[in-house]
């Protein structure tokens, strides 16, 4: 994914890629709920909507941190799975997930989530 840098700042330019309000909850979800279909992205508490959902996938798959893989014989039902470079951002989810712990009144995290973070 290619567009025009505002500086050569690395975290204006990480947040001119992951910066907006859905990319890194698609993320998240992949790596701590383990979701893999578009259905399942759907059910998250936030309500992305389905065109939003299929830009930020979209989005992902080009910057090179998800691909997909049919899980079907039906051509449009794919998996997502984080790359290895997707997978790169775990520490910054971490630590955005205990600095919004420490720093965000009544935050937390789920039960059933737990042991992924």
Request: net charge neutral.
């Amino acid at each position: 994914m290619s567009q025009a840098r505002r500086s050569s700042c690395p975290i204006a330019c990480s947040l001119d890629l992951i910066g907006d309000r859905w990319t890194l909850l698609v993320i998240r979800d992949m790596m701590f709920l383990k979701k893999q279909r578009f259905e399942e992205f759907l059910e998250s508490p936030e309500k992305i909507s389905t065109n939003i959902l299929t830009n930020r996938l979209k989005s992902l798959e080009e910057m090179g941190l998800v691909e997909k893989h049919a899980y079907s014989n039906h051509s449009r039902r794919m998996n997502y799975q984080l790359t290895e470079q997707g997978e790169s951002l775990r520490p910054v989810l971490k630590a955005m997930i205990a600095w919004g712990l420490k720093h965000v009144p009544d935050t937390q995290i789920p039960d059933d989530q737990q042991s992924e973070v």
